[in-house]
């Protein structure tokens, strides 16, 4: 999960706004003018590609072949996967977020949706009761797209998905309700990275804006620390190229971002993460400019303590080593 910090919004005012009361606003000022632009799933909605493309999304549902773990979940039928998610939609919270770099929030905040469970399922996992527990509530596509044109209504500038890799075609279909009822925000793909190729490829034109992690570039630590996965960086660098082939650099309208990748990567105590190939990798294939977020905020969480050295926060040596390796690989635009 790339943005940090704890879950957000509540089912309490979900109950709220289903019925067709309104978010609290008074966290950010008033939306004032939107640039809508023509987004290209609106585009796809009218040439019909979008129905085209939530068809071979759900192909990919079940059996379940939206990651590279490639289950083979008959989820139709209420069958979970390693990301313990059946059939249904759920969602864990949602809300005005503003703890996100400064061009996804902005001024009045992103529309952050968080989905319940998680397919990567971190040892160190930052928000293990949405992530691991699975904590959430069940609603439906309509719930969705109402939660999309609320946020929208009280001025997010757009809607962020985190962790929404096992549950992609719920989303497509909520937002073909949400386009018909006059959606028009740009979507961000909040992710660990950790996704199959097929299903970044039916992304294209869909998603504007991806944010996806890149944890770890050792496959025995990603093995160890992950839910078995010693595949991920593999399938992480493949997936981070193809978004960055959709989307490319980072494209912002004053000063909030509209389109493009935004890497986001964890510096981890004993460069457990492998900062200092990361950012040689980022320069040497996606470019110096590239939009990378190198973050200090680790902490233990969840079983981090039986898994030392992640049972401590790094150090500001460790940080500003991260930073010294990311200035001498010749990255341009990290913060």
């Known amino acids: 999960m790339a943005a940090g910090g704890a879950a957000l919004g509540g089912f309490a005012v979900a109950r709220n706004l289903f019925a067709g009361g309104a978010f609290d606003n008074r966290a950010a000022p008033a939306a004032g003018s939107r640039p809508a632009g023509a987004r290209r799933y609106i585009e796809m909605e009218r040439s019909g590609e979008l129905t085209r493309r939530e068809q071979a999304l759900w192909d990919l549902y079940s059996p379940c072949r939206l990651c590279p773990r490639l289950c083979g979940a008959n989820r139709s039928a209420g069958r979970a996967g390693i990301c313990s998610s059946p059939g249904e939609l759920r969602v864990a919270s949602f809300g005005r977020a503003f703890n996100i770099d400064r061009p996804i ?5 992103t529309g952050a949706v968080f989905m319940s469970n998680c397919n990567l399922l971190c040892v160190f996992c930052q928000n293990w009761q949405i992530a691991h527990r699975g904590d959430g509530a069940v609603i439906s596509h309509t719930d969705l797209a109402n939660i999309m044109l609320d946020l929208q209504r009280i001025g997010c500038h757009n809607i962020s998905y985190v962790t929404p890799t096992h549950m992609v075609p719920h989303i497509v279909t909520a937002l073909r309700i949400a386009i018909a009822r006059g959606f028009n925000l740009p979507l961000v793909f909040n992710t660990s990275a950790y996704e199959s190729l097929e299903m970044v490829q039916l992304l294209d034109g869909i998603v504007d804006i991806y944010m996806p ?3 770890f570039q050792d496959a025995a630590i990603a ?27 980072f494209q912002t309208v004053d000063g909030i971002g509209q389109r493009g990748l935004i890497i986001v990567h964890l510096v981890m105590p004993e460069n457990l993460a492998g900062t200092d190939v990361f950012v040689r990798w980022v320069v040497s294939e996606l470019g110096r400019d590239t939009f990378v977020t190198i973050m200090d905020q680790y902490r233990p969480m969840f079983r981090a303590n039986d898994f030392p050295p992640l049972d401590r926060r790094i150090t500001a040596a460790e940080f500003a080593q991260a930073k010294r390796w990311a200035r001498e690989a010749g990255l341009h635009n990290f913060h």
């Open 223 to 249: 093995a160890r620390f992950t839910h078995g996965a010693p595949d991920y960086p593999l399938h992480a660098a493949a997936a981070i190229k193809e978004m960055h082939r959709q989307v490319g650099g």
């Open 213 to 215: 992690d890149f944890k």
């Open 105 to 109: 929030a902005g001024t009045r905040g």
